[in-house]
């Protein structure tokens, strides 16, 4: 004869206790695995913030405190030296020279990087990737390193002195990482979206407007402020090319007002917290896009 081995019972609170012992081990892993990562990105947070903060409330402090305890809150609120700030003349020329060239440049470069972008991605033609393995290799080379050949170039066309001569640069060096950025999200665009484009009677010029523009958003919303921020806080093009204060930009204004009040840093630390707005708020803005449009092109599916 044969016995049947009944599979052993337990109680239900039993079940329920080891369910409840397994998730807690899970979760005591997945804290060990993630632990390191939570130091790193709290010392990384710490070591980006403390400087802005420091310059913050260093504008609300006399330059006594200031250099006595950078790093300590002010004794008494010094509003003044934020109002100081805003009412010298200086610092709304060099704002809007500021503003005038970061528009400039982020439009232009939008004009010029969409259209070669979209050749690039949608068009096949015979040397296409040779020709744009070519145009990356000014990713190689920093600015500085053309420093001489281009103010040559600039001076021998008049433009030393005009903002020109700081916008069409920063244009030219903005448009290698900008086409490949914009390059790898129309690309994987899916090509059902542009063959019913043509079955609707469109063109690639309707498909590039009408379709792929609206799409690109994140992408374009990415080299907007990547360009926005690194117009707003260019120093060394200016310094070289412009020469009239009248012309200056912001980094170019606070050498300016630390030279006028070279004694009262806390003025100086009021001009710098105030020309760093922008630039956080330009980031504030297009944070939710900006993971999105660097990754666009990494995955294939």
């Given at each position: 004869?044969?016995t ?45 913030l ?51 060239v ?13 259209p ?73 665009v ?22 792929l ?10 080299v907007?402020?990547?360009t ?21 930009t ?27 707005i ?24």
């Amino acid at each position: 004869m044969y016995t049947i081995q009944q599979t052993p019972t337990y109680p239900r609170a039993t079940l329920q206790a080891n369910l409840v012992l397994q998730r807690r081990r899970r979760m005591m892993r997945l804290y060990v695995q993630l632990f390191p990562r939570y130091v790193i990105c709290v010392l990384v947070a710490i070591f980006v913030l403390v400087p802005i903060l420091t310059a913050f409330i260093g504008g609300f402090k006399t330059s006594g405190e200031l250099l006595n305890s950078p790093f300590s809150l002010p004794i008494a609120w010094q509003w003044q030296n934020y109002a100081n700030v805003l009412t010298q003349s200086m610092f709304w020329q060099a704002a809007e020279n500021s503003i005038i060239v970061m528009l400039a440049t982020v439009g232009l470069l939008m004009v010029i990087a969409c259209p070669v972008s979209f050749v690039f991605a949608r068009m096949p033609f015979r040397g296409r990737e040779v020709i744009f393995n070519i145009m990356l290799i000014g990713l190689l080379f920093p600015f500085a390193m053309a420093i001489l050949p281009l103010y040559i170039t600039l001076r021998t066309f008049h433009l030393i002195d005009t903002l020109l001569a700081v916008i069409l640069p920063q244009v030219a060096f903005g448009l290698p990482v900008t086409i490949l950025i914009l390059r790898n999200f129309f690309r994987d665009v899916p090509q059902e979206l542009e063959d019913a484009t043509y079955i609707d009677g469109g063109t690639q010029v309707d498909f590039f407007w009408r379709v792929l523009m609206p799409l690109a958003r994140p992408a374009l919303a990415t080299v907007g402020m990547l360009t926005m921020v690194a117009s707003w806080n260019n120093f060394l093009l200016p310094l070289l090319v412009l020469n009239s204060p009248q012309l200056w930009t912001l980094p170019l204004g606070i050498t300016q007002f630390q030279s006028q009040f070279s004694t009262d840093w806390a003025s100086v630390m009021a001009f710098i917290s105030i020309a760093m707005i922008p630039a956080i708020i330009f980031y504030l803005f297009a944070e939710r896009y900006l993971i999105t449009g660097l990754t666009a092109g990494a995955v294939k599916g």
